[in-house]
């Protein structure tokens, strides 16, 4: 069995990830004992740029597979059949379907002054596309995919930089591991092991928060406490308002 955990960085073009640790196969179903060959699902962590992500994976020989529209998806760029072959498009992210049958997108423009009230009035429009229970475009697309804070772009983290491009355009990230509660301004992303929620208003005790769930639906009205926040891991902060 293979020991130790994998890691893998994003790159421009898909020779550079191809040639990383993983083999990667796109096959479907776990080949039959009877065939000779023994697969057993893997349980080796893998890492994307630092950060967990679950993959179905089987050992086989020695070695893991992935299915490709996994990796894509994690990773950052699209698979997707035509219907006649596979293809990859390696400049794009995720989605799993061709450009014909890419959903829209409506992100209104990034205000001029980036102000905080500003930033909150820009997310707050969007309610008026996806009211709370709406489905939005899953996977979400950002401005910049190769500048982006999470590997993939649906459920909570799909919608959350859907909010944040809206309100800060092309602008880059910076992380703050257990940023003090002064530190957290409206529009900025702040997440707890394995959830993300995007910042609205915030009071001495608590924040109000727009955030999606596993569903792809968006949510308006969230409330987190500062002491409930403060006391979980992965407590971070994720911010483009410039230093």
Request: with cysteine; aromatic share 12%.
């Amino acid at each position: 069995m293979m020991k130790g955990d994998i890691t893998m960085k994003r790159f421009r073009f898909l020779t550079g990830f191809l040639c990383g640790a993983l083999m990667f196969a796109g096959f479907t179903s776990i080949a039959s004992a009877a065939s000779g060959i023994m697969a057993a699902i893997s349980n080796q962590p893998v890492y994307v740029d630092g950060q967990r992500v679950y993959l179905t994976a089987y050992q086989i020989g020695g070695n893991n597979y992935v299915k490709l529209r996994d990796i894509g998806e994690a990773v950052g760029f699209n698979v997707y059949w035509d219907g006649a072959s596979v293809q990859v498009e390696s400049d794009k992210l995720y989605t799993g379907v061709g450009p014909e049958s890419q959903p829209s997108q409506q992100v209104p423009a990034a205000p001029t002054e980036l102000t905080e009230e500003n930033v909150r009035a820009t997310i707050r429009a969007l309610k008026n596309t996806y009211p709370s229970g709406t489905v939005y475009p899953a996977p979400y697309v950002p401005n910049n995919p190769f500048d982006r804070p999470y590997s993939n772009c649906d459920k909570c983290a799909g919608w959350a930089m859907l909010c944040s491009d809206a309100a800060f355009g092309d602008l880059p990230w910076r992380r703050v591991d257990r940023p003090s509660w002064d530190e957290i301004r409206a529009g900025d992303l702040v997440q707890y092991d394995g959830h993300v929620v995007v910042v609205l208003n915030k009071t001495d005790e608590y924040i109000s928060v727009t955030e999606s769930g596993s569903n792809n639906k968006a949510r308006w009205g969230g409330q987190y406490f500062k002491w409930w926040l403060e006391e979980q891991s992965g407590y971070a902060l994720r911010t483009r308002y410039p230093q």
